[in-house]
């Protein structure tokens, strides 16, 4: 059982739609990160949540951290072809020395 | 630009046959990472570095090994690799204050034959 679950798993949308990926656990977060990878190369991290509750925009992407720091959302408005990658939430805990927990990953496809 | 820095991209190597994997840092991180990552799947924690201190993860095989000479340049060693370590293969670093962002190299895609 993984700590941290992703879902969904895959997802095929048309370019302009919008979308969201969850990521949920029954573990408390010191922080949780998103990181977007492309084929053929490394994560690259999006952005971190750090607060219960916190809200952070990136331009077409919004994350949300949960009031309880367990889970958290990231939507996608206006979908292109450039998200497509996969989407991979990872969580930090403090007693753990801050080592990541990577979810199962969100491979999203936009076609134009 | 580039700060973490992974050598090859791609590798091919014969069952049996060792093969060494190299990464090297800009950034004057402290910890060092290495990650296998099978198709579409999250990355998997193989091993880390925490300065000079070694850190294996519980079900990382005895076949994969890690040298850390200095704090830029980090090598992982696969003594004999079988068809199923086939996978790319993943950099990373963090620093202070809090180690928790990961910065990841372009990584090395493995191939055995």
């Known amino acids: 059982t993984q700590l941290l679950e992703q879902s969904p798993q895959f997802l095929s949308i048309q370019e302009g739609e919008n979308l969201t990926v969850y990521c949920n656990s029954s573990?408390?977060?010191?922080?949780l990160q998103w990181y977007r990878q492309e084929p053929g190369e490394g994560p690259v991290l999006l952005v971190t949540?750090?607060?219960?509750?916190e809200v952070k925009k990136l331009k077409r992407l919004t994350f949300q951290f949960g009031d309880a720091r367990k889970d958290s959302s990231l939507h996608i408005t206006a979908a292109q072809p450039g998200d497509t990658g996969l989407y991979l939430c990872a969580g930090a805990q403090r007693n753990a020395g801050n080592m990541l927990t990577f979810g199962g990953g969100t491979r999203l496809m936009v076609k134009p | 630009d580039a700060m973490v820095i992974q050598n090859p991209r791609y590798q091919v190597t014969q069952f049996g046959k060792p093969v060494t994997l190299s990464c090297s840092q800009t950034l004057n991180h402290n910890v060092m990472y290495w990650y296998q990552q099978k198709s579409s799947q999250a990355p998997k924690l193989l091993f880390h570095?925490?300065?000079?201190?070694?850190?294996n993860e519980a079900d990382t095989p005895d076949n994969f090994q890690s040298r850390r000479p200095n704090t830029s340049f980090c090598f992982l060693d696969i003594r004999s690799p079988g068809l199923g370590d086939a996978a790319m293969y993943l950099c990373a670093t963090s620093g202070p204050p809090l180690n928790e962002k990961l910065f990841f190299g372009s990584g090395t895609q493995l191939s055995v034959l």
């Open positions: 570095y925490y300065d000079k201190d070694f850190n």
């Open positions: 573990s408390v977060f010191s922080s």
């Open positions: 949540v750090v607060t219960g509750g």
